[in-house]
Every structure is written in C-alpha cells, then in structure tokens.
C-alpha cells in the first residue's frame, strides 16, 4: 500500500486526482489518500444539484460545488473535515462491501477512545450521530472507496448548506440536519488536533494492511494530467449542474440501493425520454438503466422493477 501526498484544498483538483489514481495509476499498489476541500458541496453523481442543495446560501457563503464520479447522497467538505479514499483491486473485496473500509477508522477512533459504529447503509456513527458517509465507484477491476470524516466541520454551515431547495427558508429542517450529525471533536479531549488523529488514522491503515508505510509524491506529470482532468470535468458547469430537459412525468421510491427518482415523457403508452436522479449506489451505468427504461411501459410497478433489478442491494 502507498500513501499518496496530496496537500492541495482545490476540490476539482482532488476529485481528478482521485479518477487518475484509479484510472491511470502509474503505480500498481493499492493506494490511501487523505486530503481536504476548502468549503464546498460535492454532490452525487446521480443527484440533481437544483433540488441538494441551497443554492442561494451557497452563493452568499462563497461554497464551491462540484460533482463526484461516484454515488450516494450530498455532503458537505471544510478544512475541519478530513476526507479518505482508498483504491484498490476489486478482487477478494467486492462491489459494496463499506465496511471493510471503515475498520482502520474504528479502530484509529476506539485508541482515542471513541466508540464508533459503522451502521444502515453507508455510515460511521459515535452514540447514534452520523460523522462520516461513504460511497463507491467501479472502474474496470478497480475499486475507489471514499469517505467524509467531519473532525471539527462547522455544522451551522453544513446545516445551512445540505437544507436543499425545498427547505431552504426552513429552520426547523435545518435544526434536524444538525440533530443527526456530529463531530469527531466533540468527543476527544481539546488537546487532539487535526493532524494527531490523520497521523493515528495512517498508523492504523498500513497496521491492518500489515505493511510498513510508503509513500508516494506526485510527479511533475502526475500533476499536469490531473490539472488536465480537473479542467476537463470537474470545472466544467455541464457535469456539475447538466442540464435537465422537461419531463411531463416523475415518479420517485426507496429501494435497498436508495432513493431514486425517475423523471419521463411518454409516448404511445411508453416511455420516450428519461432522466435518473437519486441518492443511490448503482451496479450499472446509468445509460444501462436510461436505455432498459426507454420503450418500457408506462406502468409504475414495471418501472419500479426495473429500476430495482438495476440497483446495488
């Protein structure tokens, strides 16, 4: 295992180093990184920004969005949260297997003296709270495993921030996104900084991969094709924001792989045009799920079948 050094707070940079890392590697470890974002909001690859998140706060608060490879929900990135991300081969590990990942953290945190739990779908809590949320992406036989660690993230903002559309004027929504979260902070005594715990964190990773640290500095070509990447698509409006075309029709439900909403036209009693917003971990691509859904019937209980059989469980 490598220890990839990466100190850069850009988002767009750190999304692209990701994608290169699992991509392109010009290593063929298995590989962990640790870095941070300056404020910002990185919504899932199948959400619909327009209806995450609270675009007028997010203006006013100079908070950057952007849009990640894989799914899942929206969360929120300051540089009191430490983010995680493993790649590794998909052999012997899996598709959806979360909690592998999250072990070195419960570990690092119970020789801190936390108690925490990995619990429903995609989460680590400390006494029922959610401070992390997980989410994965698939390429070829690679795995990218990422996380959120909210060490001292201020909640206010992430309140404020993760309210959505619907709820953005609305204090007791944000009252409840706060109820359900917590920091790492709250539950260490103030003398544990940032930095002790990603050094325990890093003990912990190569200590449960049973091999001796190594780390890897990114070359002068590494960075100019991850900049490239960054340009490419992760500043790019159109993959943050796309565009979404009218639909006369929607349907949404919650499955075991999350909630997914289906927005269509119809035609001659089937369904013409598509487009799948949700907060989801899927198998398939989603041109997979649009081209099984396209002539299909307009039944919702077909519909629904069909977007079930697709889904991860």
Not at 101 to 107: D, K, M, Q, V, Y
Not at 192 to 198: D, K, Q, R, S, T
């Amino acid at each position: 295992m490598l220890h990839i050094v990466n100190s850069n707070t850009d988002p767009c940079f750190n999304l692209a180093l990701e994608e290169y890392f699992l991509k392109q590697s010009p290593v063929p470890d298995d590989l962990v990184i640790l870095w941070q974002n300056r404020p910002t909001v990185v919504i899932g690859r199948n959400q619909n920004a327009d209806v995450e998140i609270n675009a007028p706060f997010i203006a006013d608060s100079n908070i950057q969005v952007v849009r990640r490879l894989s799914g899942g929900g929206a969360v929120y990135h300051d540089l009191g949260n430490l983010n995680f991300t493993f790649i590794t081969n998909l052999v012997g590990i899996g598709h959806n297997n979360f909690s592998h990942f999250t072990l070195p953290i419960i570990a690092a945190l119970a020789e801190l003296g936390i108690k925490a739990k990995f619990t429903g779908r995609n989460d680590l809590t400390i006494d029922g709270q959610k401070f992390s949320g997980n989410a994965q992406y698939i390429h070829r036989d690679r795995l990218l495993h990422h996380g959120t660690l909210l060490f001292d993230t201020d909640m206010a903002i992430l309140a404020q921030a993760l309210s959505g559309s619907d709820a953005k004027h609305s204090k007791p929504a944000v009252a409840s996104v706060r109820s359900k979260v917590t920091t790492i902070r709250r539950h260490l005594p103030p003398t544990i900084m940032l930095a002790e715990f990603e050094a325990a964190l890093l003990k912990e990773i190569f200590a449960s991969a049973a091999e001796s640290y190594r780390c890897y500095e990114l070359s002068t070509a590494d960075r100019q094709a991850i900049e490239t990447l960054a340009e490419k698509r992760y500043r790019d409006p159109e993959w943050t924001y796309g565009k979404l075309p009218l639909y006369n029709h929607n349907t949404k439900k919650t499955f075991a792989g999350g909630s997914v909403q289906v927005l269509f036209n119809v035609q001659n009693n089937t369904l013409s045009q598509c487009k799948i917003c949700g907060d989801f971990f899927a198998t398939g691509d989603m041109e997979e799920l649009t081209g099984n859904l396209l002539g299909a019937p307009y039944q919702s209980d077909f519909i629904a079948k069909i977007v079930d059989d697709w889904l991860t469980v």
